[in-house]
């Protein structure tokens, strides 16, 4: 019995080519979908892709940067063309070039933060989430540092929560379109 059915699917997994974006990714083709393996560097993409299709499953390889909007906005719809419209979404890919507490933190730091782990979610949602609303159906998973929910000295605003981003209903009402962050 198979309790877990993407066929069809179309996914987009940003930080995909290692970690949990690469688990996350290869276990998506699993059960099915059509996903895109996205990080910034070419080759670190190609080898989950060929990890992916060498098992069977269907994937394509799409760098991009998540602090440069036209890159997501290319990545969007290079992915469309390739596979039609969007039905899940996991913003994986995040910075943290600071450790230690934010009191210690620049002002640059903290904004490639910010702009790097939640403003490019936010701009992937807003680019996928109109496939999603059409049919009514569709998934946004925002993986997040256990650091949102617990604060830690050491990862200093790494540890702020990206849930704000796509989940609330007041900011993204449902229209069947599922919102995690976790």
């Avoid at 059915?5 to 970690?19: C, E, N, P, Q």
């Avoid at 390739?82 to 070039?97: E, K, R, W």
């Avoid at 640059?108 to 933060?113: G, H, L, P, R, T």
Wanted: aromatic share 4%; net charge positive; glycine share 10%.
């Amino acid at each position: 019995m198979n309790l877990f059915d993407l066929t069809g699917k179309v996914a987009i997994v940003t930080g995909s080519s290692r970690g949990i974006g690469r688990s996350i990714a290869i276990n998506m083709a699993k059960h099915g979908a059509r996903v895109v393996v996205s990080s910034r560097k070419a080759d670190a993409c190609d080898a989950v892709v060929k990890e992916i299709t060498d098992a069977g499953g269907t994937a394509i390889s799409i760098p991009a940067n998540i602090s440069d909007k036209q890159a997501m906005q290319n990545l969007v719809d290079k992915t469309r063309q390739a596979f039609g419209p969007i039905d899940i979404l996991v913003c994986n890919a995040a910075s943290n070039p600071y450790f230690g507490p934010a009191a210690g933190m620049g002002d640059d730091v903290f904004e490639k933060i910010m702009r790097n782990n939640v403003l490019s979610n936010h701009w992937l949602c807003t680019m996928v989430r109109p496939d999603m609303v059409a049919k009514k159906d569709g998934a946004i998973i925002i993986v997040s540092s256990i650091g949102g929910l617990k604060g830690s000295t050491e990862i200093g605003a790494t540890a702020s929560p990206r849930l704000p981003t796509c989940s609330s209903p007041a900011i993204w009402p449902a229209n069947g379109v599922r919102t995690t962050s976790g």
